[in-house]
């Protein structure tokens, strides 16, 4: 069944055109559900009961359910929801944080997921360990966001796809959300404050350069060559480095935009000097900024993250090798860091008591 929050306004035009609505009716039923964030339709006084009716009946607009919530207001929040088919899905909420943002910042972040699991298998990440179970709607991405709004009671003005699954995997159901999240009639934000996160899907990668909106593109590198690459990340067979910073240049023209590449320092496989001097080339010659996470430990992996000496020595390479550098050291904010493992905790218990 299609929800309500996957459509976009010349959608809901068509649909209740064919419903034999007047136009304005479209515009009615936005500002319910994007300025008053109405998730029943009995609540839209101004559409007639019969239309409201046949609406409830055909397009769900309700909140995504909560299974569970850690955190605090003061620090990173997750949410664990399940979905209508009882699959599992986390976000999570980031504050500002002068640290990482600059003292100014009001920057409050929303993680938010774009698959069930993940194809992708890279083998540090709690997401993809048990594969891909579905895509998200466009219904489902948006809903993250609207629902950890209401919850948090927060003004999210940031938008990163970094939780769940491969954003660029399920590319025409990101990109309608990201329309909708970026609407004036929808989320209102702007196509700067949405970045997609790919682990270098370079098909997708040119694909999202020819779109109009300025959407902001992270890059999961997390090796410099391709040895490392190819350790840890499956996909680098299929799009190997070369390509995919070819990819990137071409972005990074097109956009007119600085691109991000995200490196998980990982011990003894991707924390070598010479790593770190190939990463500040390939960043330089890009002009990219790097942002260093040090790995997080997932339950039944055995991968470690380097001590914090080696991650500020790694850190220091980059930046001599010219590039520029941040190193993530506060714990509670590796954004990523909460990919995919909340559900898989849950999951897992689920299983456990079964
Ligand atoms: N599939 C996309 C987006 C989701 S993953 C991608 O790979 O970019 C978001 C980020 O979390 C990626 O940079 C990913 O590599 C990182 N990540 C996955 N597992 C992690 C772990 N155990 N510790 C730290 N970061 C991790
Ligand atoms: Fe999928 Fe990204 Fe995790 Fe790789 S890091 S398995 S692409 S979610």
């Keep these: 069944m299609m929800e309500g929050h996957s459509l976009e306004k010349d959608g809901w035009e068509s649909l209740?055109?064919?419903?034999?609505?007047p136009r304005f009716r479209a515009t009615q039923v936005l500002e319910w559900l994007y300025a008053r964030r109405a998730s029943r339709w009995e609540d839209m006084t101004n559409l007639p009961a019969g239309l409201r009716a046949k609406l409830a009946a055909a397009l769900p607009i309700s909140p995504?359910?909560?299974?569970?919530?850690?955190?605090?207001?003061?620090?990173?929040?997750?949410?664990?929801?399940?979905l209508a088919d009882g699959q599992?899905?986390?976000?999570?909420?980031?504050?500002?944080?002068?640290?990482?943002?600059?003292?100014?910042?009001?920057?409050?972040?929303?993680?938010?997921?774009?698959q069930v699991?993940?194809?992708?298998?890279c083998r540090f990440?709690?997401?993809?360990?048990?594969?891909?179970?579905?895509?998200?709607?466009?219904?489902?991405?948006?809903?993250?966001?609207?629902?950890?709004?209401?919850?948090?009671?927060?003004k999210i003005n940031n938008i990163v796809f970094m939780?769940?699954?491969?954003?660029?995997?399920?590319?025409?159901?990101?990109?309608?959300?990201?329309?909708?999240?970026?609407?004036?009639?929808?989320?209102?934000?702007?196509?700067?404050?949405?970045?997609?996160?790919?682990?270098?899907?370079?098909?997708?990668?040119?694909?999202?350069?020819?779109?109009?909106?300025?959407?902001?593109l992270a890059i999961s590198l997390h090796g410099a060559t391709d040895d490392v690459r190819n350790t840890i990340m499956p996909v680098n067979k299929k799009f190997p480095l070369g390509e995919l910073l070819d990819a990137c240049a071409d972005y990074v023209r097109q956009k007119k935009q600085k691109i991000t590449f995200e490196y998980i320092l990982i011990g003894g496989v991707n924390d070598s000097p010479e790593q770190a001097r190939l990463l500040a080339g390939h960043a330089r010659a890009l002009d990219a900024k790097i942002n260093l996470i040090p790995y997080n430990a997932v339950e039944g992996l055995d991968w470690t993250r380097p001590e914090p000496d080696r991650q500020e020595e790694f850190?220091?390479?980059?930046?001599s090798g010219g590039a520029d550098a941040t190193l993530r050291r506060e714990k509670g904010h590796d954004i990523a860091a909460a990919c995919g493992q909340l559900r898989l905790q849950a999951v897992r218990s689920l299983k456990s008591r079964q």
């Design 16 to 21: 209740l055109a064919d419903l034999g609505e």
């Design 64 to 82: 995504l359910e909560v299974v569970r919530e850690t955190g605090s207001a003061d620090s990173t929040r997750k949410f664990l929801f399940r």
């Design 88 to 114: 599992m899905i986390e976000s999570v909420l980031i504050p500002a944080s002068p640290a990482l943002y600059g003292e100014a910042s009001d920057r409050r972040t929303i993680c938010i997921s774009s």
């Design 117 to 121: 699991g993940c194809a992708y298998g």
């Design 125 to 154: 990440c709690a997401s993809g360990l048990d594969g891909l179970k579905r895509n998200l709607t466009a219904g489902e991405i948006v809903g993250q966001f609207l629902r950890v709004s209401e919850l948090s009671g927060e």
């Design 163 to 216: 939780g769940m699954g491969e954003p660029m995997a399920n590319f025409a159901s990101l990109m309608r959300a990201i329309r909708i999240l970026n609407a004036p009639w929808g989320g209102g934000l702007g196509a700067r404050h949405i970045t997609v996160s790919t682990s270098g899907l370079v098909p997708q990668i040119r694909e999202l350069a020819a779109q109009p909106l300025q959407v902001r």
């Design 315 to 319: 850190l220091a390479a980059v930046r």
